[in-house]
């Protein structure tokens, strides 16, 4: 299995990016996929997931009605359009699977502590200068 993300780069607040995680080695139907983030200096937190089986999507309410979560199960990628970027999203964001769907719901939405993550990406940074 891997997790391969890109798309991360400098941009200036007000704009725009959109990362993509390539996925190989697993189905979107058995897996719960997910965005996290770390800032420096911080813990890594949810950002966004899409639901295991379904088409539900969930996001932290502070990227919520800014990021988009979308998969194209054609090219094996999901993707994270992130619009109205502010400074503070400055971090590394991580593409990772959950074979529960559990798990990752729970961090993103409830913000409860990360475990039960089955793979992880090696993370693409994402500056956001004021």
């Known amino acids: 299995v891997q997790l391969v993300e890109s798309g991360g780069g400098l941009v200036q607040a007000g704009g725009s990016l959109r990362l993509s995680c390539a996925v190989s080695?697993?189905?979107?139907?058995?897996?719960?996929i997910g965005w996290f983030r770390q800032a420096p200096g911080k813990e890594r937190e949810g950002v966004s997931c899409n639901s295991k089986g379904d088409e539900r999507t969930y996001y932290a309410d502070s990227v919520k009605g800014r990021f988009t979560i979308s998969i194209d199960k054609a090219k094996n990628t999901v993707y994270l359009q992130m619009d109205t970027l502010k400074p503070e999203d400055t971090a590394v964001y991580y593409c990772?699977?959950?074979?529960?769907?559990?798990?990752?719901?729970?961090?993103?939405?409830?913000?409860?502590?990360?475990?039960?993550?089955?793979?992880w990406g090696k993370g693409t940074l994402v500056t956001v200068s004021s």
């Open positions: 990772a699977a959950d074979r529960s769907g559990i798990y990752m719901t729970g961090t993103v939405v409830g913000g409860a502590p990360i475990v039960g993550m089955d793979y």
């Open positions: 080695g697993l189905s979107f139907d058995d897996y719960a």
